[in-house]
């Protein structure tokens, strides 16, 4: 099946530093990736959606300046917590696009996830 | 607009069958996925359903009925490490192609 990695798997931070996540597609190519934050026992929330070579198109409520994204491969996303502050926390899962033409799927995979704790 | 409704938790028994449904209310339906989620992870794959039927993959089966707006997921042969939620998420072109997630199902298994 389709593999999605993600790093780092958990990071702490001081108030104010930037955090880098990566994710990445291992053996299939994803033109779209999408990045979500969910807090405990509440629901996956989409933040963005990352296309290879285009600018991420972000939900409502969701700051582009603080959450920046760069899908500069068709394999790798990033999303840049910057200026992070403690309500920042939470934990960050991105999730790849599969389409398999020949097959007929599409599907999206998710990452293991990011758990970012901002002192 | 765009409505998933699934039951938020359900009990069932080590060893038994539990079906875990779905209703979706939505417009250019393209698509209907099962993911598990355990507490603390990420969300992993279980199923894709485009067409009417039943697709089925080992313990685990899934059901679409487009015309109804429904489906289920099947499980079966329970163990302790099913329990977990189990999400609901529905692709459609009135939300330009996106998942639109349900709550969730937060499935006990108990001995």
């Known amino acids: 099946g389709a593999v999605v990695s993600q790093h780092p798997s958990w990071v702490i931070c001081k108030s104010g530093t930037s955090v880098k996540i990566e994710c990445r597609s291992l053996?299939?190519?994803?033109?779209?990736m999408f990045w979500y934050r969910q807090f405990p026992k509440q629901s996956l929330m989409l933040m963005a959606t990352?296309?290879?070579?285009?600018?991420?198109?972000?939900e409502q409520g969701v700051e582009k300046d603080k959450f920046l994204i760069n899908h500069a491969s068709l394999t790798l996303s990033t999303l840049t917590v910057t200026s992070a502050h403690p309500e920042d926390s939470s934990f960050y899962i991105c999730s790849a696009r599969d389409i398999d033409r020949a097959g007929g799927t599409d599907t999206q995979y998710f990452g293991p996830g990011t758990r970012l704790t901002v002192l | 607009g765009q409505n998933i409704d699934q039951p938020t938790e359900m009990t069932a028994t080590e060893g038994a069958i539990v079906q875990i449904n779905c209703t979706y209310q939505?417009?250019?339906?393209?698509?209907l996925f099962w993911y598990q989620q355990h507490a603390g992870e990420a969300p992993t794959f279980l199923s894709y359903?485009?067409l009417d039927g039943l697709e089925e993959k080992g313990r685990f089966s899934s059901f679409l009925s487009r015309s109804k707006g429904y489906s289920y997921l099947l499980l079966k042969e329970l163990q302790m490490k099913d329990s977990a939620s189990y999400l609901c998420?529905?692709?459609?072109?009135?939300?330009?192609?996106?998942?639109?997630w349900g709550a969730g199902t937060k499935l006990i298994i108990k001995p």
């Open positions: 998420a529905v692709r459609a072109r009135e939300s330009n192609y996106q998942l639109i």
């Open positions: 359903n485009v």
């Open positions: 990352s296309n290879e070579g285009s600018k991420a198109t972000y």
């Open positions: 939505t417009s250019g339906f393209n698509g």
């Open positions: 053996d299939f190519q994803a033109t779209t």
